[in-house]
């Protein structure tokens, strides 16, 4: 489990469209910036010749001390109606400081990927880069270690720090899950907006019973795995060692763009139907053999969702599982609607992970 754990700001992450490999040098990183590369998976080309590598990350340097950050810390605290020896906690402290973060823009990074080096885009407004880079497949394979691919950011001559990543290496065919995050596998209150911003600023994340022995069992069948929320990517450092410890299964994260310039810190997981279907639908597109389940719950928007998004692929989603949780709206006329024109055994309701042990896909164990 060590390999899906960030130990600090610069280790494991990746996503977007590639070219040749770039020729030799640097990224011109300083001193006082950093680089996290986010979770990713690659699939081969129709032709089989090549793995297109998505490769996403983020370059920005830390505001610690700073008398911007000071004061946002005081708006952060005061959104939440917390005492102010709050900003006294480690905890509080290091969440809240990826989104006080100097985001570094126009950077265009290199990376090195089985003995090539790739130009990146240059990043954005949000420190932000992206880009799908074309690895041939035997070379991606004789660098890959139990179906991950390596790489790392080349630094600077002098630059002893080391910034690296890895992508999950994908069979054309098989079965993808893609999961939420809150209140589907981490307890996260998002119907009560204080008690959602205390469980992600204040609190230590606590996983949803029995939900990563679920997904385990999945991926012992061969299922591969994408962790999507509406949550921002600045909780990605927090999110990656809570699926590690919480022995949930490695697989790519999409998340939400926030810059807190923009918005307020209860904007955060705001309209998730706007982030959602676009971001499932990628996926699909992205990996156009594979067949999906879709895993959420009835908290917000997420029956309504993954509805809409399995009338629009048809024959891409093989079932819709929706955790039921306290509060959510559990009627019979909310799922009727939310999955009318489906196959009626698509969508389930669930209330303990053991319910979903005996489903099965037995026609595809083995494809991947």
């Known amino acids: 489990m060590r390999g899906w754990r960030w130990a600090v700001l610069g280790t494991v992450l990746l996503a977007a469209t ?3 490999p770039a020729a030799g040098g ?10 996290i590369f986010f979770p990713t998976a690659a699939t081969l080309e129709a032709d089989g010749s090549h793995y297109r590598v998505p ?7 830390p505001e610690e001390g700073s008398w911007w950050r000071g004061a946002l810390l005081h708006e952060l605290l005061a959104a939440l109606e917390v005492p102010p020896e709050s900003a006294e906690s480690l905890l509080f402290r290091e969440r809240a400081g990826f989104f006080l973060a100097d985001n570094e823009r126009g950077k265009r990074l290199r990376v090195r990927i089985a003995e090539r080096d790739f130009n990146l885009r240059k990043s954005g407004a949000n420190g932000h880069f992206e880009k799908i880079l074309r690895v041939p497949k035997e070379e991606a394979e004789g660098a890959a270690r139990g179906g991950r691919l390596p790489f790392a950011l080349v630094t600077p001559a002098g630059d002893g720090r080391s910034f690296e990543g890895r992508v999950e290496l994908l069979a054309p065919t098989g079965i993808s899950v893609i ?3 809150d209140d589907t596998i981490k307890e996260s209150s998002v119907l009560d907006k204080k008690e959602l911003l205390a469980n ?3 609190r230590e994340f606590k996983a949803v019973q029995g939900m990563a022995g679920l997904y385990r069992s999945w991926k012992e069948r061969g299922a591969a795995f ?5 949550s921002p990517w600045q909780l990605a450092p927090a999110l990656a060692p809570f699926l590690a410890a919480g022995g949930f299964p490695e697989g790519s994260l999409h998340l939400r763009t926030f810059r807190f310039k923009d918005q ?3 904007s955060l997981f705001s309209a998730p139907e706007k982030y959602k279907i676009p971001a499932v639908e990628a996926l699909l597109a992205a990996f156009p053999g594979r067949r999906f389940l879709l895993v959420g719950d009835a908290g917000e928007r997420d029956p309504e969702i993954y509805g809409e998004v399995a009338r629009r692929n048809p024959g891409r989603v093989e079932a819709i599982f929706i955790r039921a949780v306290p509060g959510g709206d559990l009627s019979p006329e909310r799922f009727d609607e939310a999955f009318e024109g489906l196959p009626e055994e698509m ?3 669930f209330a303990d992970p053991a319910e979903l042990e005996g489903w099965g896909w037995e026609e595809s164990e083995g494809e991947r």
Do not use: M, N, Q
């Not at 994408?226 to 509406?230: C, F, I, T, V």
């Open 18 to 20: 590639g070219l040749c």
């Open 26 to 35: 640097a990224s011109p990183l300083k001193a006082d910036e950093t680089v």
């Open 55 to 61: 490769v996403h990350g983020w370059v920005f340097e």
């Open 179 to 181: 999961s939420d995050l």
């Open 200 to 202: 992600t600023f204040l």
């Open 226 to 230: 994408h962790y999507l929320s509406a």
């Open 264 to 266: 307020t810190f209860f």
């Open 347 to 349: 969508g389930r309701v």
